[in-house]
């Protein structure tokens, strides 16, 4: 049971322009939100969060909108560099559970076209 | 170093032998998970360490698959009688604890001929 899903495995955009990422979860409890950006052959690296109380978070280009009746989250990347290609992942994560595990999307690869 | 570093960076073995993967946390992190990424599929979550605590082993795939972490410091994935299926690229990743946001090493590809 895949309980966060990112539908769209790629993503091509050009160069200055929005790029939108979407993810979509199941599970309801969850209440803590991530983005994180993955280079080939490297490690994942946090992008941004968002929590359950909020339904916007902005950090420079990366903005991250939660509708939580829609159970989606989504990341707008403005404007979009050829440096932002990438597989992008978001995670979720039920923090009143104490664990602090996260799940983790599938990842979409997004091109940016200069 | 500063960063979350995982040994060995690749690792070819025959199927059937037990592996041994590495992850030396950043310094002062309490929390410490093991991932791991199938071609073409996402970050499966395995295991995860938190302090003291009993780790929650809730993904670990099978009883071959073990983790142990000495403190808060390295930390151990071994994987016994090894499969074609386990080829993956195993992440480790640390944080303070709590929803914080986690570091990533970068990985270790197993390989399973």
Not at chain 1, 65 to 87: E, M, R, T, W, Y
Not at chain 2, 33 to 44: F, I, K, P, V
Not at chain 2, 85 to 98: N, R
Not at chain 2, 101 to 108: A, I
Request: proline fraction near 5%; charged fraction near 20%; include cysteine.
């Amino acid at each position: 049971d895949q309980q966060v899903k990112q539908n769209s495995p790629s993503l091509s955009v050009q160069e200055g322009r929005i790029s939108i990422l979407n993810c979509d979860y199941t599970n309801s409890m969850f209440d803590y939100f991530l983005w994180y950006k993955k280079y080939p052959a490297e490690g994942p690296t946090f992008l941004i969060s968002i929590s359950s109380i909020k339904d916007k978070n902005e950090d420079g280009r990366f903005t991250v909108f939660l509708n939580k009746s829609a159970k989606h989250l989504s990341l707008h990347i403005v404007p979009s560099q050829p440096g932002d290609s990438a597989v992008y992942f978001c995670a979720a994560s039920r923090t009143t559970s104490g664990t602090y595990k996260y799940i983790f999307g599938t990842g979409t690869r997004l091109k940016v076209l200069a | 170093g500063a960063g979350v570093s995982q040994s060995p960076s690749n690792k070819v073995t025959e199927k059937g032998k037990d592996v041994e993967l590495r992850c030396d946390p950043i310094s002062g992190h309490t929390a410490l998970y093991w991932y791991r990424q199938s071609l073409g599929q996402g970050l499966e979550f395995l295991i995860y360490f938190q302090g003291n605590s009993a780790p929650d082993k809730s993904g670990l795939p099978s009883d071959r698959f073990s983790a142990e972490r000495t403190g808060e410091s390295v930390s151990t994935l071994t994987i016994q009688r090894t499969q074609q299926e386990d080829s993956a690229v195993y992440l480790c990743a640390s944080s303070f604890g709590g929803p914080d946001t986690q570091y990533f090493g970068p990985g270790t590809r197993l390989t399973v001929l």
